[in-house]
């Protein structure tokens, strides 16, 4: 089952205004990752947040990270067309000793920018 | 550095048939993972493999298998193909560290339908 769930599930906005995302999960994790999707195609990496960790930024990008409510937003300011995609947050759960489980994908955020 | 690269890029089969999907993973890593992208079930994890070995496992049936080449290289291969194997698969490779760092590249993917 999906353990992200992203909010809202479509979201559409002018251009130059800023777009949050917000995504919940339901067990402990290490870390918890954004990525971006354009129509069907491959996974963008954006940014990775780690559990001890509670805002990140990068670029036009801030996420942060809040474990007691099991939560994560994405912001994306001034919001260009070119980041019309679908945005996905996907956890990996804490594990012990060392190896890659796999990601736990929400649904994802379609968000549209309106030119 | 080169990114993950997916062949083909695109696959139509039949039902009943099998088939052979290649991932070649970013130079250095050695951590292969395998997704399927469905409009009704989102992403899910499929299998993720390590030195050759398969290592952890997604809720799939046995039609699904893979396995990982000694250049890192991974193949991952669908019997008996049901129409809703129709799908997005794509493949991430992930540089393991001891801390947990889990950040995970993906591939453009590929798009297989099942007639």
């Known amino acids: 089952s999906q353990q992200g769930e992203e909010d809202p599930q479509a979201l559409s906005i002018q251009e130059g205004e800023n777009a949050t995302m917000n995504c919940s999960y339901k067990t402990s994790i290490n870390n918890l990752q954004w990525y971006r999707q354009n129509s069907g195609r491959g996974l963008v990496h954006l940014i990775l947040i780690r559990s001890n960790e509670r805002e990140k930024h990068s670029g036009r990008l801030r996420v942060t990270l809040d474990t007691s409510k099991k939560s994560s937003s994405l912001l994306i300011t001034a919001s260009r067309a070119a980041d019309t995609a679908s945005y996905f947050c996907a956890t990996d759960a804490k594990y012990s000793g060392g190896g890659a489980d796999g990601l736990t994908f929400g649904k994802g955020t379609h968000l549209i920018i309106q030119p | 550095k080169a990114g993950v690269t997916q062949t083909p890029r695109y696959l139509i089969k039949t039902r009943g048939q099998q088939v052979t999907l290649s991932c070649s993973p970013i130079s250095g890593h050695r951590s292969v993972s395998w997704y399927q992208q469905t409009p009704g079930q989102g992403l899910q994890f499929l299998f993720e493999?390590?030195?050759?070995?398969?290592?952890n496992k997604g809720n799939f049936p046995g039609r699904f298998s893979g396995r990982q080449f000694s250049n890192s290289r991974s193949e991952m291969n669908v019997s008996t193909l049901e129409l809703g194997d129709s799908a997005l698969y794509l493949c991430?490779?992930?540089?393991?560290?001891?801390?947990?760092?889990?950040?995970?590249?993906f591939g453009p993917g590929t798009r297989l339908t099942v007639l």
């Open positions: 493999y390590f030195s050759e070995t398969q290592r």
């Open positions: 991430a490779s992930t540089l393991l560290g001891t801390s947990g760092y889990n950040e995970q590249f």
